[in-house]
């Protein structure tokens, strides 16, 4: 079945406590991306890639890192997190010039 | 900047129409509509590219005003699972690749 996983689902945890949101898709494609999603603010993006070892930042990277080592693999990185990055996590994936984005069920984030 | 999406939110009896808007400030290139039940991911519905093509998805449809910068997306005669919250995503002329997304339309259906 094609799809994107992500894990964990829900993860509470404390202020500067490093953690990794890995994210994984089965349909070979190049474009990969996380957003967050918050109250009245719709999916914000933190940042994607086109391609292995090319990443970008989006509209809100600060407190994030990411890396694309593997075409199927993206995580998401918070290495110091705060309570502001309390937030419901998605990544995303698409063919380089595909139209749509195929979204993982998504990663509750809260930080103490 | 964010596009603009109109109502916020929506009640409609099943059977009833409703239509939703997304306006840009800037020049778009597509306009990509999303439909996010409850504590589910976004799904994807329709895009529509520059050109005013209007899209069809059976009682779903949408259309792409270029010299408005606004695309509107009609439901006609809801059903119940046409509940959810609809984003639109904002293509921009110089990005391709980056979606620009609104802060969502929520309906709500009732039988």
């Known amino acids: 079945e094609a799809q994107v996983t992500q894990n964990p689902r829900y993860l509470i945890t404390v202020t500067g406590k490093k953690l990794t949101v890995t994210c994984s898709q089965n349909?070979?494609?190049?474009?990969m991306s996380w957003y967050r999603q918050d109250p009245g603010l719709g999916l914000r993006q933190i940042y994607y890639?086109?391609?292995?070892?090319?990443?970008d930042k989006g509209d809100v990277p600060e407190g994030y890192k990411v890396s694309r080592k593997e075409k199927r693999n993206f995580p998401l990185i918070l290495e110091s997190p705060s309570p502001n990055q309390t937030s419901l996590y998605f990544c995303?994936?698409?063919?380089?010039?595909?139209?749509?984005?195929?979204f993982g069920p998504g990663t509750r984030l809260t930080v103490t | 900047q964010q596009p603009v999406q109109s109502p916020q939110a929506v009640i409609l009896r099943e059977g009833e129409d409703a239509v939703i808007n997304c306006s840009s400030s800037?020049?778009?290139?597509?306009v990509h509509w999303y439909r996010q039940k409850h504590g589910e991911a976004p799904v994807f519905l329709m895009i529509?590219?520059?050109g005013g093509e209007q899209k069809g998805h059976e009682k779903i449809s949408a259309s792409f005003n270029e010299k408005k910068q606004q695309s509107s997306l009609y439901l006609t005669a809801s059903q119940l699972s046409y509940s959810g919250t609809y984003f639109c995503?904002?293509?921009?002329?110089?990005?391709?690749?980056?979606?620009?997304w609104g802060a969502g339309t929520k309906l709500i259906i009732k039988p």
């Open positions: 995303a994936s698409r063919p380089l010039t595909g139209r749509e984005q195929y």
């Open positions: 349909m070979n494609h190049e474009y």
């Open positions: 890639s086109m391609n292995v070892e090319v990443t």
């Open positions: 800037k020049a778009l290139y597509s």
């Open positions: 529509l590219l520059k």
């Open positions: 995503g904002t293509g921009v002329m110089d990005s391709n690749y980056q979606l620009i």
